[in-house]
């Protein structure tokens, strides 16, 4: 069954986010420890005389340790908006105020007036917005909404969202979180690098390619990861190591955590799709409006999007175009409309656009 296996994976995966949370904060600290002595001691009438000319030797940290600050209180942010349901004492809520009080200080603390304003990356995920938006009083609102479209837009409606590389974090005590992009980089040291990464290991001394099903969704944090729904068919190209090489039906490579994979057959494979109904929960042109509701529910939609489009029977929403899709939900449409179809390559059936 998969009740077990889903609870230690899903619990790996909010471990590692845990994790990174934690480091994330503690430099979070470290920066605001930094501004503390440096502000701190200006109340002291003897030592402002000495304070001036420190300033003047520049004691306040340089411009790009506020800047990469600002990027982990983003980060820190979307990775609450994930660990959301799993967080008590403190719970996101108390977490997300804490840091705004920490932004607040850092903020009146920054001679760069706009800079904060324009950290783009990492931009803000739904989640993230939307416990923002439950979480803070009145005057952390303020100080959120003052500081612009780039701290209160998702990257679907970013202009140019799609093309901001995505952030990695780098850590002042040089730990190195679990992605496959450092991996990847070792890689190349091992082998020759004869040709692109991908043919490197095509050849990798592995079986065939195998085929395998993904039991749960995957989003890519950068190039090197590949986003996969759950259900979906994938090969297998290398898996020497902790993240595997795959490919998906409509032929892109990319890494995915080993552990979000399954047997091809353990639910109906594409050749068996007429049993598919009873067996598996996913869409289908049949579905009704009540099975498309506990679908987009399954796949972690936004309550709103849930509500407009649980109304549909699973025909009429895989008949759907994109640019329907984004009318109807400008905020999550274009997320709905990829695992659409991804949905409809499963079910064989063609695109529209």
Known sequence: GLGPRHASDTSQLLLCRQEILNHVLSDIELFVGKLKETSGSVSSKKKLKKKKKDKERGVLPPEPEYETCFQKIKYALN??????????????????????????????????????????????????????????????????????????????????????????????????????????NATHVERPPLGSQNHAASRAPSSPPQLMQAMYEFQARNNKELTVVKGELLEILDQRKKWWLARNSAGERGYIPNNIVGPADQQPAENSMSQAPSRSPGLQMHSTPAEVTAWLRDMGFSKITVKCLGVLNGNQLLEMSQEEMKAVCPEEGRRVFFKLSAVKSSLGIGPRD
Request: proline share 12%; aromatic share 10%; net charge negative.
């Open 79 to 184: 990775l609450l908006g994930k660990l959301k349901p799993k967080l008590q004492q403190p719970s996101a809520p108390d977490l997300v105020r804490l840091i705004f009080s920490t932004l607040s200080f850092i903020l009146s603390n920054c001679p760069w007036p706009s800079l904060a304003s324009s950290i783009v990356s990492p931009l803000l995920t739904e989640a993230a917005i939307d416990l923002l938006d439950e979480s803070l009083e009145k005057k952390d609102c303020d100080t959120w909404q003052s500081l612009g479209k780039a701290w209160h837009t998702t990257r679907a409606e970013y202009p140019g969202g799609q093309f901001i590389p995505p952030y990695i974090p780098i850590f002042s005590d040089g730990w190195v979180p679990p992605l496959p992009t450092h991996r990847e």
